[in-house]
């Protein structure tokens, strides 16, 4: 009996420490930094709503905030499992592409992460459940058959704008608890210069860093058809143009977003430098460099609002 209860809980102890193991790999697979910066993003959204809201539930803001962290990792799992190709072609160290996790439990993990990730919002305004559920399509219709809007730059920009605008909406959503208030100019401002800051700046960046297996695996972007020199112009002249706008509309309007500004502004200048050295015969670590500065940008941009609006 003794040796039957001890077998037992072996047992049991080793398959919690498998589960434990695939939930790793799988929030390695779907990048902490992104999942980082798309909390960053609705909490940004939840904090531009104060001048409507000023007395915000933190409560109904972090369960807000959890709903779409878990939207945005069921998205970033399933597109791992669609990438596996061109991420080992490419290099990636990512769990899937080197055999560490299987694909089809991972595919498993994003299909309970996103039915999760709608079930955390009960008891939120009722349009916030519309806002994960969307974001979920989108998810979708980038990486799912017979989409693969991933396939070509114009259809990752149309998804990751549609994603990016929805987290901020989702933010001030459930800030505002659905009482129909106006959209403050300062929320408009930063989600629309975030978002195109994204688009933008980051589809070329990462599309510079990947253009091998996206070639392999069929993908027209901006890198495969246009080369690495041409995109590293187009994502430059897009950063500093955007910062630059961002920083004399800020300052024009008198609203509470200049640091973040300034901060975009000091991020598209390291992404124009980087790209500098990414040309077609530099190796990946080279070409990966304005994609790792475009993303502490953001991070540092959504950090700054936050606390110059606490």
Same mark, same amino acid.
């Given at each position: 009996?003794?040796?039957?209860?001890?077998?037992?809980?072996?047992?049991?102890?080793?398959?919690?420490?498998?589960?434990?193991?695939?939930?790793?790999?799988?929030?390695?697979?779907?990048?902490?930094?992104?999942?980082?910066?798309?909390?960053?993003?609705?909490?940004?959204?939840?904090?531009?709503?104060?001048?409507?809201?000023?007395?915000?539930?933190?409560?109904?803001?972090?369960?807000?905030?959890?709903?779409?962290?878990?939207?945005?990792?069921?998205?970033?799992?399933?597109?791992?499992?669609?990438?596996?190709?061109?991420?080992?072609?490419?290099?990636?160290?990512?769990?899937?592409?080197?055999?560490?996790?299987?694909?089809?439990?991972?595919?498993?993990?994003?299909?309970?992460? #996103?039915?999760?990730?709608? $079930? %955390?919002?009960?008891? +939120?305004?009722?349009?916030?459940? =519309?806002?994960?559920? *969307?974001? @979920? /399509?989108?998810?979708?219709?980038?990486?799912?058959?017979?989409?693969?809007?991933?396939?070509?730059?114009?259809?990752?920009?149309?998804?990751?704008?549609?994603?990016?605008?929805?987290?901020?909406?989702?933010?001030?959503?459930?800030?505002?608890?659905?009482?129909?208030?106006?959209?403050?100019?300062?929320?408009?401002?930063?989600?629309?210069?975030?978002?195109?800051?994204?688009?933008?700046?980051?589809?070329?960046?990462?599309?510079?860093?990947?253009?091998?297996?996206?070639?392999?695996?069929?993908?027209?972007?901006?890198?495969?058809?246009?080369?690495?020199?041409?995109?590293?112009?187009?994502?430059?002249?897009?950063?500093?143009?955007? #910062?630059?706008?961002?920083? $004399? %509309?800020?300052?024009? +309007?008198?609203?509470?977003?200049? =640091?973040?500004?300034? *901060?975009? @502004? /000091?991020?598209?200048?390291?992404?124009?430098?980087?790209?500098?050295?990414?040309?077609?015969?530099?190796?990946?670590?080279?070409?990966?460099?304005?994609?790792?500065?475009?993303?502490?940008?953001?991070?540092?941009?959504?950090?700054?609002?936050?606390?110059?609006?606490?």
């Amino acid at each position: 009996m003794a040796s039957t209860w001890a077998s037992g809980r072996a047992s049991g102890t080793s398959a919690l420490m498998s589960a434990a193991r695939v939930l790793r790999f799988c929030v390695v697979e779907a990048r902490p930094a992104v999942l980082a910066v798309s909390m960053l993003r609705f909490l940004a959204g939840a904090m531009l709503a104060l001048p409507v809201a000023v007395a915000p539930a933190p409560a109904e803001v972090l369960q807000g905030a959890a709903a779409w962290v878990l939207s945005i990792f069921a998205i970033y799992v399933g597109n791992g499992v669609s990438d596996v190709t061109e991420d080992q072609v490419n290099g990636s160290r990512r769990p899937i592409a080197r055999g560490d996790l299987d694909p089809r439990v991972a595919a498993w993990v994003a299909a309970a992460a #996103a039915v999760v990730s709608l $079930v %955390v919002t009960a008891g +939120l305004p009722g349009a916030m459940t =519309w806002v994960i559920a *969307a974001n @979920l /399509v989108l998810g979708y219709l980038y990486s799912g058959a017979p989409f693969h809007l991933k396939s070509r730059s114009g259809g990752t920009i149309v998804v990751l704008c549609g994603s990016g605008l929805l987290a901020y909406w989702g933010g001030f959503t459930v800030v505002i608890g659905g009482a129909g208030e106006s959209t403050p100019i300062p929320l408009i401002m930063f989600a629309v210069a975030a978002t195109c800051w994204m688009t933008l700046v980051g589809v070329p960046a990462k599309d510079l860093s990947d253009i091998a297996g996206d070639a392999a695996a069929g993908r027209r972007t901006i890198a495969v058809t246009c080369g690495a020199r041409v995109t590293s112009n187009v994502m430059s002249a897009a950063a500093l143009i955007l #910062a630059a706008s961002f920083c $004399v %509309v800020s300052l024009a +309007l008198g609203v509470p977003l200049a =640091w973040a500004a300034l *901060a975009m @502004l /000091v991020g598209a200048v390291a992404v124009t430098l980087a790209g500098r050295a990414a040309d077609a015969g530099a190796d990946r670590s080279r070409r990966r460099r304005p994609y790792r500065a475009f993303m502490a940008t953001q991070h540092i941009v959504h950090i700054t609002v936050l606390f110059s609006n606490i």
